[in-house]
């Protein structure tokens, strides 16, 4: 069996104290108490982010469950597709452009539909 290394004193350092007291119920040195009151110090800073950190993710929470709501209501594939057959058979710029024109020319042959009447039977 290996016979496990003391810990060396110098790895300790001079701020640490002397080491605990053994299993004999003696109590310990006086620089616990300063150590304690170090960790507390550190864990209530700690603490303080954590609370942080927990409220954050809450305000994450909230946007992911709005978003969530925002996607449910979103329009399906399918009624995408719907909607891109209806854009395609919109009519084109031509299309629009030849009615436009058939328009015009409709109403000019009506406007001067007494000019073409004598035009033609040559009065």
Known sequence: M???TPFPREWMGPERGAPLSGGDGGGTYDGMETRVKALEGKFE????????IINEVGN???????MKGKL???????AFGE???RVDSLP???KLATL???AVAATTILNNWDKIISALSGS
């Open 2 to 4: 290996v016979e496990p």
């Open 60 to 66: 994450l929470r909230a946007d992911v469950s709005y």
């Open 45 to 52: 800073k700690v603490d303080s982010k954590l609370d942080t």
């Open 83 to 85: 909607l891109k057959g």
């Open 92 to 94: 084109t710029m031509a």
């Open 100 to 102: 436009l024109g058939v």
């Open 72 to 78: 449910e209501t979103a329009p399906s594939a399918q």
